[in-house]
T-cell receptor, first 108, second 113 residues
Framework: RKEVEQDPGPFNVPEGATVAFNCTYS??????FFWYRQDCRKEPKLLMS???SGNEDGRFTAQLNRASQYISLLIRDSKLSDSATYLC?????????FGAGTRLTVKP | GAGVSQSPSNKVTEKGKDVELRCDPI?????LYWYRQSLGQGLEFLIY????????KSGLPSDRFSAERTGGSVSTLTIQRTQQEDSAVYLC???????????FGPGTRLTVT
């Protein structure tokens, strides 16, 4: 079993839709959590950290459920520019583990 | 401020040659990571440096791969006797602390012919 698992997608949604991604992790000792986005042929860029209480940044909301060991990302009012691969990242004492990513395409 | 930089951006080499890839982390970041990513695949962890501690080399795929970090700043990833399967994008990332978010460089695209 992979340490960080994500649905690879692809998710194809119309502009304005709300889309949610989930990610599960296997190591309960994991300490910090992040979502990154990666555009085609580009490096991953930090989208947001994920806090236990849940956090929001504009149209993006991230949540962490430690008991069930999953992380979620909700994108509201999706834009064409949101099209990318979204990577779930789990950190345990400096050991960063990346999910394989979920591909999102937002269509007009 | 300046982000993570990597050089060269592209490298084409012949099978069997050695290559060196360079990473300049964000100033003050104590942690530095190397990953590689093959086309359409996820990130594969290679090696991790944290301050003056011994590096975590658990991700290096073979003894042809090595890395060093001089003075706690610049890092060089060396691949000896390159093989075609080494073709990938090699990404470097740095972070301020062990638990912190990572910031990636633009990568070096390595092609072994």
């Amino acid at each position: 079993r992979k340490e960080v698992e994500q649905d690879p997608g692809p998710f194809n949604v119309p502009e304005g839709a709300t889309v949610a991604f989930n990610c599960t992790y296997s190591n309960s000792a994991s300490q910090s959590f992040f979502w990154y986005r990666q555009d085609c042929r580009k490096e991953p860029k930090l989208l947001m950290s994920v806090y236990s209480s849940g956090n929001e940044d504009g149209r993006f909301t991230a949540q962490l459920n430690r008991a069930s060991q999953y992380i979620s990302l909700l994108i509201r009012d999706s834009k064409l520019s949101d099209s990318a691969t979204y990577l779930c990242v789990v950190n345990r004492n400096g050991d960063m583990r990346f999910g394989a990513g979920t591909r999102l395409t937002v269509k007009p | 401020g300046a982000g993570v930089s990597q050089s060269p951006s592209n490298k084409v080499t012949e099978k069997g040659k050695d290559v060196e890839l360079r990473c300049d982390p964000i100033s003050g970041h104590t942690a530095l990571y190397w990953y590689r990513q093959s086309l359409g695949q996820g990130l594969e962890f290679l090696i991790y440096f944290q301050g003056n501690s011994a590096p975590d080399k658990s991700g290096l795929p073979s003894d042809r791969f090595s890395a060093e970090r001089t003075g706690g700043s610049v890092s060089t990833l060396t691949i000896q006797r390159t093989q075609q399967e080494d073709s990938a994008v090699y990404l470097c990332a740095s972070s301020l602390a062990r638990q912190g978010e990572q910031y990636f460089g633009p990568g070096t695209r390595l092609t072994v012919t």
